[in-house]
């Protein structure tokens, strides 16, 4: 050991908290020995003091007072796992104005105030580690931080919610439907009783948006980015994707447009080809592709959750953090937000679509749809249907068309000229198919 | 700018070192950006300053004297990617006993004099970097020096030689012969002339030593490595695996075994199970999946070799070297080497197994197999078999089995058995079935 013993506060003792602390203890020696750094755990802030842990703490390192942490001069670095955005946004802020490293694992709170923190991070010149806001315990932070660093990236796609692709996968494996495969995932515990940021896209946006801030270091708020959650995804959805060579997944897709330097930014559930990585990322796992000018097409792949793979992501940060508290100057984290990104309306964004109409089985049904779609000159590449089955007592078919890639704006104007057919019935189904170029 | 511009010293100028080159000039103001540091190539060393080369240098920046780079006090960090062992062994043993961190890409190179340079560089306080040595563009290092750190590896398996993985991919998708594949191979340019050490997977086995020294600490020598290559994999074999539910794939086998804390080190052609993100790596492509007893599993997909992905993790290392070689005591990839691990021997090591006979087609012939591995207590889990082919003017049958794990040395004994019946032709076709818990 050359130096003396860096000071940990760590805010927040939930579950991620607990999985922090137990592995700062269990792997002490070894993480000492890597680090070639002495450590301590000196205070750990938590809400309430009388509540029972899952993990043993000495009484005298707890405190309901985050601000202690902040205050005390011999505490080198904050650990914030307290959640929510209101506590932790105060307490971040000061912890960076009071010149204290700070990780962190908050994917709500960046998505809201990254923009101000990061800015008062490089502006004060204090880092701020959040490795584990994205992706649990995968490192795709720090890859992009610095493994990456020459890339100038082209897309970033990923699968990177866990329970929505738990249930996605349910449904795609034991072909069961959006609310059974739900009930499941919260009976293992793979869904919160109130699920409704990770199956509205929300949890995945939030997630998008600090990769996106990070890879174009530019400051981006929530009402930038496009969200579809997996709320209307059918197992009629699933029967055709797997017959035409897909599966489907809940994607966050971040693309720059070299063409007025302008970034695509959404997020929903998409066809993603049998062929490619991340139509093999099942259950609770989440993936993320990064393809850079350089590097070409990189997966990394992991648990996006859960105690322990998020607590290796937070020490992965604190270990960082331990090395350049002293130098911070040699953090190449900061984000230095040169310029503002202007972000693509989704009108304008263009991919294949997978749009399923169900009809009266009649004929000219297909002429019809055909022709509205060639009026915007829109293209076919392949259509597909199923006998038809009774709905509402009335005979229908299930009418799927595979299009070419055309803006959204396009597609939506047609899918309007439509409503006016009596004979199809409901808004149809529509996913956008994604694209994967190996280069 | 908050500091002087980095000074840096380029060897080998061949595929590799003209992608850094190239990357450093064409990305040079984002890296400065990202980086916040200013940076220079000061010199670069060639073998023969008359070839014509790819990209244009300023003639004042070439040197065909290597020590020009080691003796300059300007230079900062000097890049080896000349290849080789003989002169890039002294190179870098010489930058590093006069202080200059070193990124390095040769294998051959750290599996060979790796054990004694990480010494040098631990005794010296000066970091070795040597993230483009394994997986290409593949971050693995740097997750493994840095995002992982708080995890004892429990293993490591990988595909890592891109050469042999495209034979096999071809094997699998075409049907073709192995020697059909490889020749295809080499007129795509993915297998070079002389492709001997990537299909006799000692390409392969020195980025296993590689990892293994990293991930565990301890110094290792090419001696203690177990290695096959995918010379004897037949398309009958690939069509066996595919109706068992596996394909076949050049694997590195890193594992640690907690009883006697020894490491399981191997390097062969193995059955993979289709639902194992391992199968679906095709082409050239490399993937490391890791565990950790913290993370659980990960894996990291890429470009395992080629001029830009391997330039991106040069150059993802000399970002580090900048960063650390003004403090080099922060630096985490230090070898600590506080053990020396001892390697299983592999006749201890267990696996269940593929194994494939030829045989006459007569009565007699599986009882006699079978009473064989009963002897030595070798559990059958699942036979196959093709109807009877003419094999030299003589019909004979294709008879698989797959047999419960058990030590490599068991199943040997069995094996050398079985030579002794005479309706039992050749040696059989064996491999090791890989099974992966998803913890």
């Known amino acids: 050991m050359t130096r003396q013993t860096l000071q940990i506060g760590l805010a927040g003792l939930g579950t991620v908290g607990t999985g922090v602390y137990e592995t700062l203890c269990r792997n002490h020696d070894l993480l000492e020995a890597r680090v070639q750094m002495a450590y301590n755990v000196r205070k750990i802030a938590v809400r309430d003091l009388s509540r029972p842990r899952e993990v043993e703490v000495a009484p005298e390192l707890l405190t309901e007072d985050w601000q202690e942490l902040v205050n005390d001069p011999e505490i080198d670095i904050i650990i914030e796992l307290i959640g929510g955005t209101k506590v932790a946004y105060e307490l971040v802020k000061a912890a960076l104005k009071a010149g204290k490293p700070v990780v962190t694992g908050n994917k709500a709170l960046l998505a809201e105030y990254g923009s101000e923190l990061f800015r008062i991070s490089l502006e004060k010149g204090v880092p701020l580690y959040f490795e584990a806001s994205c992706g649990g315990g995968i490192p795709i932070i720090q890859s992009l931080q610095n493994s990456l660093i020459c890339n100038n990236v082209e897309s970033i796609t990923g699968i990177i919610n866990g329970t929505s692709n738990y249930i996605l996968s349910s449904m795609e494996k034991g072909g069961v439907s959006y609310a059974d495969a739900l009930a499941a995932a919260q009976a293992k515990g793979y869904a919160e009783a109130d699920p409704t940021l990770d199956i509205n896209g929300w949890d995945a946006a ?10 174009y270091g530019t400051p981006l708020a929530p009402d930038k980015i496009s969200v579809y959650g997996i709320e209307r995804v059918t ?113 304008e964004t263009e991919t294949p679509y997978y749009v399923r109409f169900l009809v009266q089985d009649r004929p000219g049904v297909i002429a019809a749809i055909a022709s509205e779609l060639a009026k915007l000159d ?36 047609a899918l309007k000229a439509l409503r006016k057919h009596e004979y199809i019935e409901r808004h149809p189904a529509v996913f956008r198919i994604e694209t994967f170029t190996n280069n």
Chains 1, 2 share one sequence.
């Open 235 to 347: 197992s009629t959805d699933f029967a055709f994707a797997e017959r035409l060579g897909y599966t489907i997944k809940l994607l966050v897709v971040i693309k720059h447009h070299k063409e007025g330097d302008r970034l695509e930014l959404r997020v929903q559930p998409s066809f993603v080809p049998q062929s490619h990585l991340l139509s093999k990322v099942d259950g609770v796992f989440n993936a993320i592709a990064v393809k850079g000018d350089i590097v070409g097409e990189t997966v990394f792949y992991g648990r996006g959750a859960g105690k322990n793979p998020t607590a290796s992501a937070v020490i992965g940060d604190v270990v960082l953090a331990m090395r350049e508290c002293r130098h911070p100057e040699y953090h190449t984290g900061f984000l230095p937000y040169t310029k503002k990104m202007a972000v693509m309306p989704q009108e």
């Open 206 to 215: 939030h997630k998008a948006l600090i990769l996106a801030m990070l890879a």
């Open 378 to 413: 829109i293209g076919i590449s392949a259509t597909s249907s199923t006998p038809h089955d009774m709905v509402d007592g009335m005979p229908r078919n299930n009418l799927v068309f595979i299009l070419h890639s055309c803006p959204w704006g396009r597609l939506r104007k």
